[in-house]
């Protein structure tokens, strides 16, 4: 149970922390922040008393500003992953249908949750260095493995392209329309057309490219 009492001072309240969750209160505080000042706007100690606790209180579960940030981006790709696992639905009614899903599902995260998408693209945290962000990174990235190497082998005869280049591809694709056109702040650029025909369109393209998809047999 989380117990707070506040105090207020300013236009803000401020909280004295009483045996209640604060990891969870620094991840909020964090995305707070992110989302008004970008991942790079704010400092360990104005997490913490964003959250109404003292400097010294955030070490009893971070070590620094970048494990906790690290935290806010592991949490992000979980979230990621449950999305893209959702619109990919093992593939079904068929792959490139469920592959079109994916790339809206890709585009509403970044539109819907630019803090966590921030803090997992652009944060510069090293995910070398942090064993759980980098297995967090590589199940979400797994999704769009998993579909590319159902798109392949779904492809008609003759040589295909390795699954794990198309994944990367569409990945590269997908991440520069979200960053650009589909974020949910203020960074984002007009477009005359949304970024999910955008996004469809250009892999369409690339799949014809790569004779994996013939327009004449997509519909």
Known sequence: MIHMSWHKRGGRGERSYHHGNLKE????????????????????????????????????????????????AKRGFELFEQALLRAWDDGRPDPLTAFERLGSAYLEFARKEPAYYSAMF????????????????????????????????????????????????????????????????????????????????GVLVYLEGLGLWKPEKSR
């Open 25 to 72: 209160d620094l991840v909020r505080a964090a995305l707070e922040l992110i989302a008004e000042k970008g991942p790079f706007g704010f400092t360990f100690a104005d997490a913490a008393r964003w959250a109404g606790v003292s400097p010294a209180a955030p070490y009893r579960h971070y070590s620094d500003r970048d494990a906790l940030m690290a935290d806010v």
């Open 122 to 201: 652009e944060a510069g945290i090293p995910i070398g260095a942090n064993p759980e962000l980098r297995q967090a990174g590589d199940r979400a990235f797994n999704v769009l493995r998993v579909a590319a190497e159902k798109i392949v082998a779904a492809a008609p005869g003759g040589k295909k392209p390795p699954a794990l280049m198309l994944a990367l591809h569409i990945w590269a694709l997908s991440h520069g329309v979200a960053s650009l056109f589909a974020r949910g702040d203020d960074a984002r650029r007009a477009l005359p057309m949304s970024p999910e025909e955008l996004l469809e369109a």
